[in-house]
Nanobody, 120 residues
């Protein structure tokens, strides 16, 4: 059974930092593209960052200079270091793992999410 377990969320003041973790099990972690997606109250899902199996990392423009993604393949874990947090970063943050076998066949797994609240 595949499991993705996020942790590290919480309440932080504007300008503060948090480090999210996503621990994966039940899959060949190194072959999966990992992403962070967030959903703010009353809004749809928003892609934040991707860390592909080849080692490249991508960010949404609004977080590019503040968030840093990394992955530790031996530990089956992906991280999101979030600095200079803003109230608009408040959301539930989800970890996603995806592996494509071909254009039409892929595995897609989600964690349960971790709440990040940025407020004074």
């Amino acid at each position: 059974e595949v499991q993705l377990v996020e942790s590290g969320g919480g309440l932080v003041q504007p300008g503060g930092s948090l480090r999210l973790s996503c621990a994966a099990s039940g899959l060949t972690f190194g072959s999966y593209d990992m992403s962070w997606v967030r959903q703010a109250p009353g809004k749809g899902p928003e892609w934040v960052s991707a860390l592909n199996s080849g080692g490249s990392t991508y960010y949404q423009d609004s977080v590019k200079d503040r968030f840093t993604g990394s992955r530790d393949n031996p530990k089956n874990t992906v991280y999101l270091q979030m600095n200079i947090l803003r109230p608009e970063d408040t959301a539930v943050y989800y970890c996603n793992a995806k592996h494509y076998y071909n254009n039409n066949d892929f595995d897609d797994y989600w964690g349960q999410g971790t709440q990040v609240t940025v407020s004074s």
